[in-house]
C-alpha cells in the first residue's frame, strides 16, 4: 500500500525556516511526480512546489526564491526546504505523488501543520 508521510512542520517565527520531509512507502518517488500542497484555513488547497520525475522543479509564484523542493532516491524521500517564511505561509501542507502504470494515480499523504507567527 502507497502511503507518503509528511514530517517535519511545527510553529516557527516569521523569518524562519523549516524542512519538511515526505517519505514514501510502497511506491519509488523518483519515478513519479512528487508535489506539496498546502491548505490554509478558508482556502482551497493551492500548489506549493512540484518536482517531476525527470528532476524538472516548479514553483507558485509566492515561494519563488524562498522554498526549494529536492529529492533524495536513496531515502525514498522529497523535502521542501521554506526560508524566509511569512504568516501567509501557516497552512497545512501535503505531499503529493502523481504517476502511472496501467492508468494514472494519486497519492496523498495526511498533512503537517505549519505555524509561521509574526
Known amino acids: 500500500q502507497v502511503q507518503p508521510v509528511e514530517s517535519g512542520g511545527g510553529l516557527v517565527q516569521a523569518g524562519g525556516s523549516l524542512r519538511l520531509s515526505c517519505a514514501a512507502s510502497?511506491?519509488?518517488?523518483?519515478?513519479?511526480?512528487m508535489g506539496w500542497y498546502r491548505q490554509a484555513p478558508g482556502n482551497e488547497r493551492e500548489l506549493v512546489a512540484t518536482?517531476?520525475?525527470?528532476?524538472?522543479?516548479d514553483y507558485a509564484d509566492s515561494v519563488k526564491g524562498r522554498f526549494t523542493i529536492s529529492r533524495d532516491n536513496a531515502k525514498n524521500t522529497v523535502y521542501l526546504q521554506m526560508s524566509s517564511l511569512k504568516s501567509e505561509d501557516t497552512a497545512v501542507y501535503y505531499c503529493?505523488?502523481?504517476?502511472?502504470?496501467?492508468?494514472?494515480?494519486?497519492?496523498w499523504g495526511q498533512g503537517t501543520q505549519v505555524t509561521v507567527s509574526s
Open positions: 510502497g511506491i519509488i518517488v523518483s519515478l513519479n511526480n
Open positions: 518536482i517531476t520525475s525527470a528532476g524538472r522543479t
Open positions: 503529493n505523488i502523481k504517476g502511472h502504470g496501467t492508468g494514472w494515480y494519486e497519492y
